[in-house]
Nanobody, 118 residues
Framework: QVQLVESGGGLVQAGGSLRLSCAAS????????MGWYRQAPGKQRELVAT???????NYADSMKGRFTISRDNAKNTVYLQMNSLKPEDTAVYYC????????????WGQGTQVTVSS
């Protein structure tokens, strides 16, 4: 089992920045890819960015150049630096961890609200 706890969400004005953190605990040695997803009201959950245990990153096109995902394997923590925030970035941001365990569905955090005011 892996537990994920997000932090760092909040209210920010358009053009501002926020940094989200997600700390993993439990069987962290099984974690391969970690990532961030978001879900806005009335919309499906969507990919923001992922990062593998070796640091390979992947971003949704709309986040490229504004968001940066990073990872501290020693601290079992993944970060999402969000710059130039827009009102349409308003959503609940969820941390995800995928493991090396065959058949595992992965793990989700409880989510952290990000609200960008215009």
């Amino acid at each position: 089992q892996v537990q994920l706890v997000e932090s760092g969400g909040g209210l920010v004005q358009a053009g501002g920045s926020l940094r989200l953190s997600c700390a993993a605990s439990g069987n962290t040695f099984t974690i391969n890819t970690m990532g961030w997803y978001r879900q806005a009201p009335g919309k499906q959950r969507e990919l923001v960015a992922t990062i593998t245990s070796r640091g390979r990153t992947n971003y949704a096109d709309s986040m490229k150049g504004r968001f940066t995902i990073s990872r501290d394997n020693a601290k079992n923590t993944v970060y999402l630096q969000m710059n130039s925030l827009k009102p349409e970035d308003t959503a609940v941001y969820y941390c995800n961890a995928m493991t090396f365990v065959p058949g595992s569905a992965g793990y989700w955090g409880q989510g952290t609200q990000v609200t960008v005011s215009s």
